[in-house]
T-cell receptor, first 110, second 113 residues
């Protein structure tokens, strides 16, 4: 199957770290992605990781990949209210196709 | 310029209407995509164009007809839609043909009445 699972909701306080988790299904996926979607808007590519890496850091974002468990996570350091959005993980399953996770709604309170 | 521009932003159409959604990018990307996103759901792939040729059609009903007139433009022609086709339609493009690093537009929110 092609179900990519994420927890539905995460609530944090401003300044805390947020960790969003994703379990993907296709062990042959070469790239795994994190996208951000604000209300009524399109998708913004935040970062991605190649499958032969286990960690990637990009400013406040840290991606961890555990290929054995097919587990991907996104850590946002010093979370701000502007980070409130829905976060989707995604994998490439075969040629050209992105399969998205179910999405995690992040709510950051002041 | 890392923008994918979609027009219109909002569209309301009747079930007997014919309308078109437009998408434009000037990043030199040769792969372009249409995705459909229902409320509270993740986007789902509809079509992929590579070098202006249709390479993937995810069993989309024929009332949706894609067109790629040139390497910068992608259209989605709509005819005889149903209310259940109401959704956010997202266009994306990528430099690589394997779909990596896809940039998305802001979407067209379509309501079929």
């Amino acid at each position: 199957g092609e179900d990519v699972e994420q927890s539905l909701f995460l609530s944090v306080r401003e300044g805390d770290s947020s960790v969003i988790n994703c379990t993907y299904t296709d062990s042959s996926s070469t790239y795994l992605y994190w996208y951000k979607q604000e209300p009524g808007a399109g998708l913004q590519l935040l970062t991605y990781i190649f499958s032969n890496m286990d960690m990637k850091q990009d400013q406040r974002l840290t991606v961890l990949l555990n290929k054995k468990d097919k587990h991907l996570s996104l850590r946002i350091a010093d979370t701000q209210t502007g980070d409130s959005a829905i976060y989707f993980c995604a994998e490439t399953t075969g040629f050209q196709k992105l399969v998205f996770g179910t999405g995690t709604r992040l709510l950051v309170s002041p | 310029d890392t923008e994918v521009t979609q027009t219109p932003k909002h569209l309301v159409m009747g079930m007997t209407n014919k309308k078109s959604l437009k998408c434009e990018q000037h990043m030199g990307h040769r792969a372009m995509y249409w995705y459909k996103q229902k409320a509270k759901k993740p986007p789902e792939l509809m079509f992929v164009y590579s070098y202006e040729k249709l390479s993937i059609n995810e069993s989309v009903p024929s009332r949706f007809s894609p067109e790629c007139p040139n390497s910068s433009l992608l259209n989605l022609h709509l005819h005889a839609l149903q209310p259940e086709d109401s959704a956010l339609y997202l266009c994306a493009s990528s430099r690589r043909q394997d779909g990596t690093e896809a940039f998305f537009g802001q979407g067209t929110r379509l309501t079929v009445v």
